[in-house]
C-alpha cells in the first residue's frame, strides 16, 4: 500500500491552500512550536555535480593550474576575477565575494576533498540517489538519510513542519515513513485550493486519503498563520530577485524559522547549470553569484537566530581536474561542501587535501576522496541535532570518532588538515 507521506506528495496535496483545522488545534500546534526553539538544519543541494576546484579555489597548488590553462581562477591580487584569499592555500571564487565576511568572521567553513566513495558510474541520477540515501554501495536501502534521522528521534511535540523540502518535489533525502512536506511556495496556499479539495475530502471515505488530508489540513492552517505575502526580510536583506529560485527558497525558510512553526529539518534544491562540460567560466559566474548571495541573505535576514541554524552545502561529484577541450570539466568524484551558522567552527577548511599531481589523481583524472560524506552528515546530525542512533542513520558504516573532523562546536574535535 502506498505509503501516507508518498501520498501526499503523488497526490499535490502538499501544494494547494485549505483551511478546515478547527481553531483549537490551529491554536495549540502553534503554541507548541512557539514554546519550543528547535536546532534546524537546512540542507542545500546543488543538483548537476559543481566544480568544487571553481568554488573552494587551491590556489597553493601549482598542479592546479598547470591542468587548467584556461579556466583557472587566478591567484590572489591578480584582479577583479582572482581568488579570495582565505588561508593562502586557498581561496574562494571571487564570485562568492558575498560570503567572505562570514569565512572571516567564522561563521562559515569549507570541507574539502569530500563525496562518496561510490559515485555511480559518473551518473548524474545515481550519484544524487546515493548522497540522498547516505548508502553508498547497496540498493536496497529505500529511504534518505534525513527521513531516517527523523524516525530516531520522534518528537511527541512536533508540528507539521518539523520537515519541509522547498521545491517541486520531494527529495529522495526526505523520504520514507516520518512525516515530511513538499511546498512549492508559501503563498501559493489559497481557499479557492482547499474548497475544490475539501470537497474531494467530505466525498472520500477511503482511510489514507482521509488520513493524508487530516495531517494536510492540520499542516497548511498553520503555514497560514505565518501570512507569507506579508513577509518582510530584515533590513539590508537582499535575496536577489524574484525569478532567482535559490533566493526565494531561502527566504521562505527563512520566513517559517522566524515564525517559529516548528521547522527543524529543511531542504532546498539549488538546480541550474553546475553541469559544466563547456564554457564553464562564464556559466558558473552567475550560479555562484545567486548562492552567494542568498546564504549571505539567509544567515543576515535570520541574526541571532542562526546560533541554532546549521546551513549544508552539497553536491553529487565534483569535475575533472584538467579542463577538457570546450574550456570546461567532466563528471569527477571528491568535492567541497560548506558548513554555515552559529554551531559551526568557521574561519577553516577541513579536511586532508590529497593533491592534484598525476599521481594523487583518482583514476588519473579526479581530486581524490579524503573525506566520506557520511562522517560529516555524522557530525552534524550529532553536534547540531543530538542524534544519538547512528547506527540507524547510515546502515553498514560504523561512525568512528576519529574521523570527526571537529567542525561543529558541540562536536568532539578531531584531526583537520
Request: net charge neutral; hydrophobic share 40%; proline share 6%.
Amino acid at each position: 500500500m502506498v505509503g501516507r507521506r508518498v501520498f501526499v506528495t503523488q497526490t499535490g496535496l502538499a501544494a494547494i491552500g485549505l483551511s478546515m483545522v478547527p481553531d483549537f488545534l490551529c491554536r495549540s500546534l502553534q503554541a507548541a512550536a512557539q514554546t519550543r526553539r528547535p536546532k534546524t538544519l537546512v540542507v542545500v543541494f546543488q543538483r548537476g555535480g559543481a566544480d568544487g576546484l571553481s568554488l573552494l579555489v587551491p590556489f597553493g597548488e601549482k598542479a592546479y593550474y598547470a591542468h587548467r590553462p584556461t579556466i583557472a581562477v587566478p591567484t590572489p591580487g591578480k584582479g577583479d576575477d582572482a581568488a579570495l584569499d582565505l588561508d593562502g592555500f586557498y581561496g574562494l571564487n571571487p564570485a562568492l565575494r558575498a560570503l567572505a565576511p562570514l569565512y572571516k568572521e567564522g561563521r562559515l567553513a569549507a570541507i574539502t576533498a569530500v563525496g562518496s566513495p561510490d559515485t555511480g558510474n559518473r551518473s548524474h541520477f545515481e550519484a544524487q540517489d546515493i548522497m540522498e540515501s547516505a548508502a553508498p554501495g547497496t540498493k536496497t536501502v529505500s529511504t534518505g538519510w534525513l527521513n531516517r534521522y527523523l524516525q530516531t528521534a520522534p518528537d511527541p511535540h512536533a508540528t507539521p513542519l518539523r520537515a519541509a523540502a522547498i521545491g517541486e518535489q520531494l527529495p529522495k533525502a526526505l523520504r520514507g515513513p516520518a512525516a515530511a512536506l513538499n511546498i512549492g511556495r508559501l503563498d501559493d496556499f489559497s481557499l479557492a485550493g482547499g474548497a475544490m479539495y475539501q470537497s474531494m475530502y467530505d466525498k472520500e471515505s477511503n482511510a489514507l486519503l482521509t488520513g493524508a488530508a487530516h495531517e494536510m489540513f492540520s499542516a497548511i492552517d498553520l503555514l497560514k498563520s505565518v501570512d507569507p505575502k506579508k513577509y518582510e526580510p530584515g533590513p539590508g536583506v537582499n535575496y536577489g530577485p524574484p525569478n532567482d529560485s535559490f533566493g526565494q527558497a531561502l527566504r521562505q525558510v527563512a520566513q517559517l524559522i522566524k515564525a517559529e512553526v516548528g521547522l527543524q529539518i529543511a531542504f532546498v534544491d539549488i538546480r541550474g547549470e553546475w553541469d559544466t562540460h563547456q564554457s564553464q567560466s562564464s556559466r558558473l559566474t552567475p550560479l555562484l553569484q545567486s548562492f552567494g548571495r542568498g546564504l549571505a541573505a539567509f544567515n543576515k535576514d535570520l541574526g541571532d537566530r542562526m546560533e541554532d541554524v546549521v546551513v549544508l552545502t552539497m553536491s553529487e561529484f565534483g569535475r575533472t581536474a584538467r579542463e577538457n577541450g570546450n574550456a570546461g570539466t567532466d563528471h569527477g568524484h571528491a568535492n567541497v561542501m560548506f558548513a554555515m551558522g552559529g554551531p559551526v567552527k568557521g574561519g577553516k577548511v577541513y579536511g586532508k587535501w590529497p593533491g592534484l599531481e598525476r599521481e594523487q589523481l583518482n583514476e588519473d583524472r579526479d581530486l581524490a576522496l579524503t573525506t566520506d560524506f557520511r562522517d560529516v552528515f555524522a557530525e552534524v546530525l550529532t553536534g547540531h541535532l543530538q542524534c544519538k542512533a547512528l547506527d540507524a542513520v547510515f546502515p553498514r558504516y560504523p561512525i568512528a570518532p576519529e574521523r570527526t573532523l571537529g567542525m561543529i562546536k558541540t562536536a568532539a574535535a578531531g584531526p583537520a588538515r
